[in-house]
């Protein structure tokens, strides 16, 4: 098990990218949760296997249908099975 922490940039507020991540995490057994924030990115804290962790940063990379991705920055952390789920924050 591991971790990541996720920050995209561009147009990803307000094109559901966070329900689009919510989805694809919970299919893939993910963890952690996604929450837009005040300067216009999308930040994800996310836990489970490298693989889905991986999967996880090809969806970020590509986003929904009118989401347009500048730049997606990745930082892997050690886990710390502090989550029972995937949750979109408000």
Known sequence: ???I???IYGRVQGVNFRYFIFERAKEI???GWVKNED????LILAEGSEE?????IEYCQSG???ATIDRVEVKWKKTTSGF???V???
Request: positive net charge; aromatic residues 12%; glycine residues 8%.
């Open 39 to 42: 300067d216009g990115s999308v």
């Open 84 to 86: 029972d789920d995937f």
């Open 52 to 56: 889905s962790l991986k999967k996880l």
């Open 1 to 3: 098990m591991k971790q």
């Open 29 to 31: 057994g993910l963890t």
């Open 5 to 7: 922490n996720l920050k």
């Open 88 to 90: 979109i924050k408000y």
């Open 64 to 66: 929904p249908q009118f």
